[in-house]
């Protein structure tokens, strides 16, 4: 390394740069133009690059953009958002909350981390296991796990989605997860073929019909059962208006018809303290956003 570099890396690491650091934008004026709706760039490249010696190999950084918000809103904290995520970042005195936009991302020279002030805050994960909120203030590992799914986000396929969204499965999974979600951790979907027929392709593309179950994952300090209870009636029991005047139908059977085949033991309820993280990533995290040619009309949510 030269003096300069070996410089430059001494000031990075004197200043304590970290993925989820959150930098004023005036402090990177003459860097990026101002944007009126940008109040902050976070730093989302993982900290080893940040730190390493080669300039060559690693001679940039990537940031995104970041407006001051009153609170967290729960439907934005999960990351199941695919250009939104609310995070709380701490500073000495006080703890700041962000709502961050995926879209505003902009990559500089990793040189002009050592030209800057120290962070303004830190998004970081809180490590008071005693905390009952514990796993909800995870605020570092949501954001890096909502970056990656930014790429990796998995495609459900469009005919399923229709059928969901025509049996108002869609719309009642959506709002119970909302109206849910200080208990609830995800809601997970296993989606098979209902055939003998032998599918090995993407997700995406698989052809109907399906055997869905769906997994309801609630923090450990919650008892899932009444909200599994609420949901298998809901599904199985009462009956809803079909579309078109043809009297009333259960959501399983209009599922039915289109495609989509559930039971009862395939609602199924898990805590995060008893479910393991091979169960959950042998399942399929349900997204608002997971169609193939419907994406285009994802500003609507």
């Known amino acids: 390394m030269s003096d300069e570099s070996i410089s430059v890396l001494t000031k990075i690491r004197e200043l304590g740069w970290w993925q989820g650091s959150v930098i004023v934008a005036s402090d990177l004026a003459g860097y990026i133009p101002i944007q009126a709706d940008v109040d902050f760039w976070v730093i ?54 962000l709502e961050i936009n995926i879209l505003q991302r902009q990559w500089l020279d990793r040189s002009v981390l050592s030209n800057l002030p120290p962070a303004y805050a830190e ?3 809180s490590i008071d296991s005693g905390d009952p909120d514990f796993i909800k203030k995870q605020w570092l590992d949501k954001f890096s796990g909502w970056l990656a799914r930014s790429y990796t986000r998995v495609t459900l396929p469009d005919q399923f989605n229709q059928a969901l969204s025509e049996c108002k499965l869609k719309s009642y999974i959506e709002e119970k997860l909302a109206a849910n979600s200080n208990q609830l951790y995800g809601i997970y979907f296993s989606l098979s073929p209902d055939s003998d027929d032998e599918f090995a ?56 018809e289109r495609g989509i085949r559930m039971s009862r033991q395939g609602i199924i309820a898990r805590t995060t303290d008893d479910i393991t993280l091979k169960e959950l990533r042998s399942l399929t995290r349900y997204s608002f956003v997971d169609h193939l040619s419907d994406s285009s009309y994802s500003h609507s949510e």
Do not use: W
């Open 44 to 97: 989302t490249s993982q900290t080893c690059n940040l730190y390493n010696y080669s300039f060559d190999k690693v001679p940039n950084f990537e940031l995104v953009g970041a407006r001051r918000i009153e609170k967290c809103l729960p439907g934005f904290s999960k990351g199941d958002h695919p250009r939104a995520l609310h995070v709380e970042a701490i500073r000495p005195d006080e703890t700041i909350s």
């Open 123 to 125: 998004i970081v994960d």
């Open 201 to 256: 392709g993407a997700l995406g593309l698989m052809p109907p019909p399906y055997a869905l179950e769906i997994v309801i994952v609630c923090h450990g300090d919650v008892d899932p059962e009444p909200l599994k209870s609420e949901i298998v009636k809901k599904i199985f029991d009462d009956e809803v208006k079909v579309k078109g005047g043809e009297g009333k139908k259960t959501m399983a059977k209009m599922a039915e």
